[in-house]
Nanobody, 124 residues
Framework: QVRLVESGGGLVQAGGSLRLSCAASGRTFSSLSMGWFRQVPGKEREFVAVIRWGDSSTYYADSVKGRFTISRDNAKNTVYLQMNSLKSEDTAVYSC?????????????????WGQGTQVTVSS
């Protein structure tokens, strides 16, 4: 079993930055691929970014490419999402997720574990 706890959400003005963190426990973190998703009420969960274990290769949704950066610190069992140049349309609940395979997973159903989420609100 893996427990994921997100932090770092909040209210920020458009053009600003936030860094989300997701701390993992319960399984060897270095053998998990980690993803970030976001969701707004009434819409499906949307893929944001993923980082594989091993080579830490990354992949991003087109909507965040060039603005967001996903990274991981295996010594701290933590994955990060640095969000720059935030826009009002980035407002959502952001959740991290873990998958026990070394894959570039972009679909929510592929993930094995989920955090509770953290609210990000971008004011225009």
């Amino acid at each position: 079993q893996v427990r994921l706890v997100e932090s770092g959400g909040g209210l920020v003005q458009a053009g600003g930055s936030l860094r989300l963190s997701c701390a993992a426990s319960g399984r060897t973190f270095s053998s998990l691929s980690m993803g970030w998703f976001r969701q707004v009420p009434g819409k499906e969960r949307e893929f944001v970014a993923v980082i594989r274990w091993g080579d830490s290769s990354t992949y991003y949704a087109d909507s965040v490419k060039g603005r967001f950066t996903i990274s991981r610190d295996n010594a701290k069992n933590t994955v990060y999402l640095q969000m720059n140049s935030l826009k009002s349309e980035d407002t959502a609940v952001y959740s991290c997720a873990a998958i026990r395979r070394n894959v570039r997973a972009v679909r929510a159903y592929e993930y094995d574990y989920w955090g509770q989420g953290t609210q990000v609100t971008v004011s225009s």
